[in-house]
């Protein structure tokens, strides 16, 4: 059998703006599935403008009504924080929010584009950072959670930008680490075939049936081992196990992440115990957190270390009651094609898509059966936890061994050494 080395992926000969072109018809057509009429909301860096061209001419051939793109630009950030008087970080536009829950409420799609520079905070003051996002979480929050819960239509992709691409290639040019950076991109979002539409189509239904095996063993835990991990992760009652594409309920389907590559529901606030150990860094508010290593006790995180960033998490964990506790757990096999990579990303997007992961902070109430009709408490009885935060780390590897727990306490192999037994 040929080895993924010596097989050249036939559309890297295709020029960059071909392979763009590509990449947006799938972000439009597989992402969202535009209908014609929708609104369009984009978020982008400035340097992904020759991306969102291509997305909006898509969108546009698609029927959208009107594309509206918000950019955001590494400079201008920085500036906030070299010359904005102190008292101003714990403001945010919520105004700005508020007009887009607006935007949801009345039927616009939403595209995320990521490619900010995974560094871009790391110099600034810990304090200044927390602050600035803990009002960005408040303010967004209306809009955060007609998201969550996929009251509409929703997609994110990603754009090579300079100052990511020299973060994943250190030491190449620039011009040479962006090309690279945007292969890579093209090569885990499944874009090197024939038919990217159909592929994608054919990759979301087998993660469905993933899920829906999942479901059917109703697990009341996972158990995780493997080097400085022995965890045990109660899942949430009535917890529901998701994976590839979703019907939002404006009934439109949609794959909320391009790649996606996980199964994923949601754990029970109360019931995870032991310790669990990070097998990737971890960006988070341009500071990367790297060799994490926590205990939880009865939910809740009591000890927290990690080698770099150690400030940033602990004020990450500290943000409110919710954040030190699970939202999320989710399974991926060790060979998946982003992993298969061997790059670190240093971007949630494709670093979640590479290994087992667990997330603090808020949990998806789609994880839960019958969840978008549950009210705040009910959600809070099944186990779903709430904060403003919900931020994924990688703790898969090709030596993670992971159990279903079943209600009468029999273990039953999942993953072994990082692959589906
Ligand atoms: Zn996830
Ligand atoms: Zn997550």
Redesign the pocket.
């Known amino acids: 059998m040929a080895s993924l080395a010596t097989v050249a992926p036939p559309s890297t000969s295709a020029s960059l703006s071909d392979r763009l072109d590509v990449y947006a018809r799938v972000a439009v057509h597989s992402g969202l599935g535009l209908r014609a009429g929708q609104e369009l909301l984009i978020t982008a860096p400035l340097d992904a403008l020759p991306l969102v061209r291509r997305v909006t001419e898509h969108a546009y051939r698609a029927g959208a009504s009107l594309v509206t793109t918000m950019y955001a630009d590494d400079e201008t950030t920085l500036a906030r924080y070299r010359f904005a008087p102190d008292g101003s970080f714990d403001h945010a536009a919520t105004w700005l929010h508020d007009g887009i829950a607006t935007a949801y409420r009345s039927g616009a799609a939403r595209l995320g584009i990521t490619g900010a520079d995974p560094a871009l905070l790391s110099g600034q003051n810990p304090d200044r950072v927390s602050r600035a996002n803990v009002a960005l979480s408040k303010a967004s929050r209306p809009a955060l959670e007609l998201i969550t819960r996929h009251e509409i239509n929703w997609s994110i992709i990603a754009a090579a930008t300079p100052a990511w691409a020299r973060a994943v290639f250190p030491g190449e040019a620039e011009e040479a680490a962006v090309g690279k950076l945007w292969d890579a991109i093209l090569a885990a979002s499944r874009l090197d075939t024939p038919d990217p539409v159909a592929a994608w189509k054919q990759h979301s239904a087998a993660l469905q049936s993933r899920a829906a095996l999942l479901n059917e063993k109703r697990y009341s835990a996972l158990r995780y081992s493997g080097p400085g991990t022995e965890l045990e992760v109660g899942l949430a009652d009535g917890h529901l196990w998701l994976g590839g594409g979703t019907t939002a309920l404006n009934g439109i389907p949609c794959l909320p992440n391009i790649p996606t590559e996980?199964v994923?529901t949601t754990p029970h606030r109360e019931r995870v115990e032991g310790t669990v150990r990070s097998t990737k860094p971890l960006s988070y508010q341009g500071t990367l957190i790297e060799e994490i290593a926590v205990r939880f006790a009865g939910g809740r995180v009591v000890e927290a270390r990690a080698k770099t960033g150690q400030e940033v998490l602990e004020r990450m964990l500290g943000t409110d009651e919710g954040a030190a506790r699970l939202g999320?757990v989710?399974l991926v096999p060790h060979s998946s094609p982003i992993s298969a990579s061997g790059l670190l990303f240093s971007n949630t997007l494709f670093d979640?898509n590479a290994a087992c992961?667990i997330?603090m902070g808020q949990a998806y109430s789609t994880c839960l059966q019958h969840g978008d009709t549950l009210s705040g408490e009910q959600l809070e009885a099944a186990g779903a936890n709430e904060s403003l935060i919900h931020v994924?780390w990688m703790i898969g590897s090709g030596a993670l061994d992971v159990d279903g727990v079943t209600a009468a306490g029999k273990r039953e192999p999942l993953l072994r050494a990082g692959e589906w037994v």
């Open positions: 996980e994923f999320e989710a979640e992961h997330a994924d």
